[in-house]
């Protein structure tokens, strides 16, 4: 065991849009390993009242520093770190000019090494200790990333990229040489034998990943939609609702389905564990859709406002009550940090389409990239599976220690600060991976 004595944050078990955050000015964390070898919260709250609880342990005193729950990051893709920053008209021409190329460059097992690597260090250094990540089409490219986050202890989900039309066909998932399946049926193998080797090993899971409708042929896609029937423990992730050509070119394809997101109702991948990138533009009926099914929205702020694609509906989430969190959605977010995501949550919340002027209280900001998102993403402690996002006791020991003084306007603003509200905020707009001392994984 051993025990942390800084300012701490962490939240109230009962969740939704009403947060309430724990704020101790001097506090001690009390982490132990757990039958399982992975630190776990023991204890939690002021130092003074824990601190004879645990006269032998030794205490690391971190004089000044705040910590605070490691970020949980629902929606980005490692194959597009190179991507990042990269300029187009809008979503079609950026994949087809920028991404696509990178992608096809993941065929390559060393590349993709060398691109894990330098994406989980990234990941550590911006304090997100939970990721929910696309890989390539390539299987090599998702063994890369498991491999990397095993000998780290990220909590990591990924899967194989599903797509099997409307790509370059280097990217196209391929049949085996010398086997009699069709490159659909191999694709779907494949994810079978990545789920059998990677999902429930070390902090890993596994995500069935059709990259989004346009690019799955109705085979892909009731394939996929019966892997995850088979497998209720392994994740969902793709994309929907993104972009209005985006929505047109799924509904040509799919004339049969109600809506866009009702899609990937008809082929049985909506269920709870399953997370859809941006869901912008949705309907009443398929925010009903998301709320029936326990199906999660990936929100990703700086990505919808770097591709022009539009602004989340977070009033409209709220009102259904359907579950979202935040996101980067790196390459077309524009930055790993979590602090720039949730400064463009606020922007979007601001700016949005629901006009209603709307606020997000930064208390409630912080949540929808930590617990909220732990929430959304199945990982929350219930029924006995994995808790992050947060720490109460028995969460899993991830988290940041933060240095508000870490820039010369940071220490002169979070100084100002009369109140949790003003400091967390006053670290929102100001925050990047400078505010990021340490990031503590398990
Ligand atoms: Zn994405």
């Given at each position: 065991m051993?025990?942390?004595?800084a300012?701490?944050?962490?939240?109230?078990?009962?969740?939704?849009?009403?947060?309430?955050a724990?704020?101790?000015?001097?506090?001690?964390?009390?982490?132990?390993?757990n039958?399982?070898?992975?630190?776990?919260?023991?204890?939690v709250?002021?130092?003074?009242?824990?601190?004879?609880?645990?006269?032998?342990?030794?205490?690391?005193?971190?004089?000044?520093?705040?910590l605070?729950?490691?970020?949980?990051?629902?929606?980005?893709?490692?194959?597009?770190?190179?991507?990042?920053?990269?300029?187009?008209?809008?979503?079609?021409?950026?994949?087809?000019?920028?991404?696509?190329?990178?992608?096809?460059?993941?065929?390559?097992?060393?590349?993709?090494t060398?691109?894990?690597?330098?994406?989980?260090?990234?990941?550590?250094?911006?304090?997100v200790?939970?990721?929910?990540?696309?890989a390539?089409?390539?299987?090599?490219?998702?063994?890369?990333?498991?491999?990397?986050?095993?000998?780290?202890?990220?909590r990591?989900?990924?899967?194989?990229?599903?797509?099997?039309?409307?790509?370059?066909?280097?990217?196209?998932?391929?049949?085996?040489?010398?086997?009699?399946?069709?490159?659909?049926?191999?694709?779907?193998?494949?994810?079978?034998?990545?789920?059998?080797?990677?999902?429930?090993?070390?902090?890993?899971?596994?995500?069935?990943t059709p990259r989004?409708?346009?690019?799955?042929s109705?085979?892909?896609?009731?394939?996929?939609?019966?892997?995850?029937?088979?497998?209720?423990?392994?994740?969902?992730?793709?994309?929907v609702?993104?972009?209005?050509h985006?929505?047109?070119?799924?509904?040509?394809?799919f004339?049969?389905?109600?809506?866009?997101?009702?899609?990937?109702?008809?082929?049985?991948l909506?269920?709870?564990?399953?997370?859809?990138?941006h869901?912008?533009?949705?309907?009443?009926?398929?925010?009903?859709?998301?709320?029936?099914?326990?199906?999660?929205?990936?929100?990703?702020?700086?990505?919808?406002?770097?591709?022009?694609?539009?602004?989340?509906?977070?009033?409209?989430?709220?009102?259904v009550?359907?579950?979202?969190?935040?996101?980067?959605?790196?390459?077309?977010?524009?930055s790993?940090?979590?602090?720039?995501t949730?400064?463009?949550?606020?922007?979007?919340?601001?700016?949005?389409?629901?006009?209603?002027?709307?606020?997000?209280?930064?208390?409630?900001?912080?949540?929808?990239?930590?617990?909220?998102?732990?929430?959304?993403?199945?990982?929350?402690?219930?029924g006995?599976?994995?808790?992050?996002?947060?720490?109460?006791?028995?969460?899993?020991?991830?988290?940041?220690?933060?240095?508000?003084?870490a820039t010369?306007?940071?220490?002169?603003?979070?100084?100002?600060?009369a109140?949790?509200?003003?400091l967390?905020?006053?670290?929102?707009?100001?925050?990047?991976?400078?505010?990021?001392?340490?990031?503590?994984?398990?």
């Amino acid at each position: 065991m051993q025990a942390y004595r800084a300012s701490i944050l962490w939240f109230a078990p009962s969740q939704g849009p009403k947060v309430c955050a724990h704020w101790e000015d001097d506090g001690l964390l009390v982490v132990g390993t757990n039958a399982a070898g992975v630190q776990v919260v023991h204890a939690v709250g002021s130092y003074s009242s824990l601190i004879e609880d645990y006269p032998l342990v030794p205490v690391n005193h971190l004089h000044g520093r705040i910590l605070a729950p490691g970020f949980v990051d629902m929606h980005i893709h490692y194959p597009q770190t190179n991507v990042i920053g990269s300029p187009a008209d809008g979503l079609l021409p950026w994949l087809e000019n920028y991404t696509f190329p990178e992608e096809k460059r993941f065929a390559e097992p060393e590349y993709s090494t060398q691109a894990a690597r330098f994406f989980v260090d990234e990941l550590f250094r911006n304090g997100v200790t939970t990721a929910m990540s696309f890989a390539s089409s390539h299987h090599q490219s998702v063994d890369a990333l498991f491999n990397e986050a095993l000998s780290r202890r990220l909590r990591l989900i990924t899967g194989l990229c599903l797509m099997d039309r409307n790509a370059p066909s280097e990217l196209l998932n391929r049949a085996a040489p010398g086997n009699h399946l069709d490159s659909t049926e191999q694709s779907l193998v494949d994810s079978e034998a990545l789920i059998q080797r990677w999902h429930g090993r070390g902090r890993l899971g596994y995500a069935i990943t059709p990259r989004f409708a346009p690019t799955c042929s109705d085979a892909q896609l009731r394939g996929a939609g019966q892997l995850a029937e088979k497998y209720p423990d392994v994740w969902i992730q793709s994309h929907v609702a993104e972009n209005k050509h985006e929505i047109a070119w799924a509904r040509a394809l799919f004339p049969a389905s109600r809506s866009y997101l009702s899609t990937y109702a008809d082929f049985g991948l909506m269920r709870p564990r399953a997370v859809y990138a941006h869901c912008i533009h949705l309907d009443e009926d398929d925010r009903y859709l998301m709320r029936e099914t326990g199906a999660a929205a990936a929100v990703c702020p700086t990505s919808n406002l770097f591709l022009g694609s539009g602004f989340f509906d977070f009033e409209g989430a709220d009102r259904v009550g359907y579950k979202y969190g935040l996101a980067s959605d790196v390459g077309g977010g524009t930055s790993f940090s979590p602090f720039h995501t949730m400064l463009a949550a606020y922007y979007v919340a601001r700016e949005g389409q629901t006009k209603t002027g709307l606020s997000l209280n930064p208390q409630h900001l912080w949540w929808q990239h930590t617990a909220g998102a732990a929430q959304a993403l199945g990982l929350d402690g219930t029924g006995g599976k994995p808790w992050v996002g947060n720490l109460l006791p028995g969460c899993e020991a991830d988290f940041v220690v933060l240095n508000p003084q870490a820039t010369p306007l940071l220490a002169r603003k979070t100084s100002l600060a009369a109140n949790l509200d003003e400091l967390l905020f006053a670290m929102v707009v100001l925050g990047d991976d400078r505010l990021v001392e340490q990031t503590i994984v398990a």
